[in-house]
């Protein structure tokens, strides 16, 4: 199972970003973007052409890349609760049939329960 907790605590524990990779003839070093010079974050020496670009632009761009879905999952997060709140009181309500008359009540009460989250 993943673990969002332990993902957000070594998101944070790192080197702020954003970092960007540069090859030079050894290979690829990735850097962050902070100050004049940058600080290495990591070295992928290019032995046997093992490491390719696609490989430091994963970790450079996951600097940045990691946070945005952090947010994002916490987003649908919200939403699915908002959805189920607004389900579990459309149910109270005795509306549990299906037809197209239904989905318009199910969505008043999807804005009602939105409206109520915005107002905590």
Known sequence: MLNIEEIKAREQAATPGPWISIFD?????????????????????????KYKRPDADFIAHARTDIPALIENNAAKDQQIATLKKALMQAIR???????PASHQKLFDHYVQA???????
Do not use: P, W, Y
């Not at 309500?93 to 037809?99: F, K, V």
């Not at 939105?114 to 905590?120: P, R």
């Open 25 to 49: 003839m050894k290979g690829f070093t990735v850097f962050d973007m902070i100050g004049e010079k940058g600080k290495m974050i990591a070295r992928l020496f290019n032995s046997n052409k």
């Open 93 to 99: 309500e005795g509306h549990t049939d299906l037809s």
């Open 114 to 120: 939105q409206e109520q989250e915005g107002k905590k």
